[in-house]
């Protein structure tokens, strides 16, 4: 792989991973409010709602950006993305609305490219598997 795309991969992963883990802790911030925009959009129990957002955001950015099990990850919050845009923003009359129901499907395509392709070579996911190669041929050695 050449040097451009070992960084375009983990330069793509922080800038997606990073805006999710942001959310993620401004959503630990403001648990009231965040519940009320959950029940006010009609989703069932909020406060495991409230729980599950911030676990893939917080949780899905931070292990995104570090590139552990990335292709899992991504695919999760992938699925979280379209939801969120299906039951948040579903007001096509609104303009505000449809912008970000559009960022939510880009922002899936872009992790289903994660899920396709993998963290890259700069991640947890890549080093964990260049050890375990190295360790099983170590075994294999004696």
Known sequence: MDTTARYASLVGRLMIGLPFAMSGFGKLAAYGATTA?????????????????????????L???????????????????????????????DQNQMIHFLKNVMMAGGLLQIFAFGAGALSLD??????GVAAAQAAHAH
Do not use: C, K
Not at 37 to 61: C, D, K, R
Not at 70 to 91: C, E, Q, Y
Not at 126 to 131: V, Y
């Open 37 to 61: 925009y959950i029940a006010s959009a009609g989703l069932p129990v909020p406060p495991l709602a409230y729980a599950i957002a911030v676990l893939v955001e917080l949780g899905g950015g």
């Open 63 to 93: 292990l995104l950006i570090a590139g552990y099990q990335a292709r899992s990850v991504a695919l999760t919050m992938a699925v979280f993305s379209l939801a969120a845009a299906v039951s948040f923003h579903n007001n096509f009359a």
């Open 126 to 131: 890549a080093r964990l598997s260049r050890d």
